[in-house]
Nanobody, 127 residues
């Protein structure tokens, strides 16, 4: 199982970035996948989570990104995306994609149990 996140970079406040998470060794659509971030000197923060059910994809967001970030899956590419709009300096962190144990909706908050994650990609929001 491998997860590789990329697409980070330096962006000005109010700008946008799209992060990608490429998976190998398993099928992303069969797992719940989350993005979490970790800023320097701080703990992990769950950002977004997506679970595939027979009705379709269900997505969950932390309050601090709701309305600005969007998580989605491209099953054909076995890739999960995180579209980040209206970025703020406080969004600066290293962003990781990870497999989540169980369904995203089974958690009462965005504090998830992660089984596998990659090396992450740095996002810096600064003028």
């Amino acid at each position: 199982v491998q997860l590789q996140a990329f697409g980070g970079g330096l962006v000005q406040p109010g700008g946008s970035l799209r992060l990608s998470c490429a998976a190998s060794g398993f099928t992303l659509a069969h797992e719940s996948i989350a993005w979490f971030r970790q800023a320097a000197g701080k703990g992990r923060e769950g950002v977004a989570c997506i679970s595939n059910r027979w009705q379709g994809d269900f997505t969950y967001y932390s309050d601090f990104v709701k309305g600005r970030f969007s998580i989605s899956t491209d099953s054909a590419k076995n890739t999960v995306f995180l579209q980040m709009n209206n970025l703020k300096p406080e969004d600066t962190a290293r962003y990781y994609c990870a497999t989540v144990r169980g369904d995203c909706g089974s958690y009462s908050s965005t504090v998830y149990h992660y089984d596998y994650w990659g090396q992450g990609t740095q996002v810096t929001v600064s003028s």
